[in-house]
């Protein structure tokens, strides 16, 4: 009997301490489900219409540094995916290359329906992504247009070390980042990073120039007030977007 009394006893204990177990884990499950926030809410009209270039810059720069210290927001994307069905009011455009190493919307920490982005090898412009641009722009409301760079561009590598693939489609495409290779002095070398990184951020600019010179309807936005141009450079080596300026247009009024 006294054996038997043991038994129970120590089965009683196991209960009681497996209870308590269970009774920690829900608490901190619970701790862990209620500390989450889920974002469902979506860009409206009524938010684009609110928010300054200027606030929709910081905004994606606030994203970026998420992205940087690994702290996304977490979304709710199937329900973004539902609320965008009907309407979409982008708070940005962004002109990006097509690498894959540059996942524009993750970089930036943005949902489903935050952004328009625009993807082409060189991150340069032709009459198709202008048109695109525009539509973003003076269409469907957009208030930055940002041009995105990034460390090691292989597109530019290749204009610098002038590739030739036997393809005219390519060669057109290598063709359109030449202008900005001539305007950076020194030997062309494509494995000299500082002479690399000049001609990639030289690209930005020149494309930023060229979408002025050939659309009016984005360059009369911009002098309105309207709409915000940036050039940035985007680091593989760690994630940072970084916003640059062209020295040598510090001065140029738009």
Request: aromatic share 6%.
């Amino acid at each position: 009997m006294r054996i038997l009394s043991v038994i129970i006893g120590f089965l009683f204990l196991g209960l009681i301490s497996c209870n308590q177990v269970n009774q920690n884990s829900d608490q901190s499950d619970e701790k862990v489900s209620t500390s989450v926030v889920v974002v469902k809410e979506v860009m409206t009209k009524q938010m684009q219409d609110n928010m300054t270039p200027d606030e929709i810059l910081e905004d994606l720069m606030a994203g970026n540094e998420r992205y940087v210290s690994g702290e996304l927001i977490t979304r709710d994307l199937p329900e973004q995916v539902v609320s965008t069905t009907n309407g979409q009011y982008p708070k940005a455009v962004v002109l990006a290359c097509i690498d894959s190493r540059v996942p524009v919307e993750y970089i930036f920490d943005q949902g489903v329906g935050d952004v328009f982005v625009a993807r082409v090898a060189g991150n340069i412009e032709d009459e198709a992504l202008l048109g695109s641009m525009e539509y973003g722009l003076g269409v469907a409301g957009s208030k930055l247009l940002m041009i995105l760079g990034h460390e090691n561009c292989g597109a530019v590598k290749s204009a610098i070390k002038q590739v030739d693939v036997g393809s005219e489609n390519v060669t057109s495409l290598l063709n359109e980042i030449e202008p900005a290779i001539q305007k950076v002095d020194g030997e062309r070398n494509a494995k000299n990073k500082e002479y690399f990184d000049a001609v990639v951020k030289n690209n930005v600019f020149q494309t930023i120039e060229d979408i002025r010179e050939r659309s009016p309807l984005i360059s009369g936005l911009e002098k309105d007030g309207k709409v915000k141009i940036v050039g940035a450079y985007y680091s593989l080596t760690d994630g940072k977007v970084t916003i640059i300026e062209d020295d040598s247009h510090a001065g140029h009024e738009h």
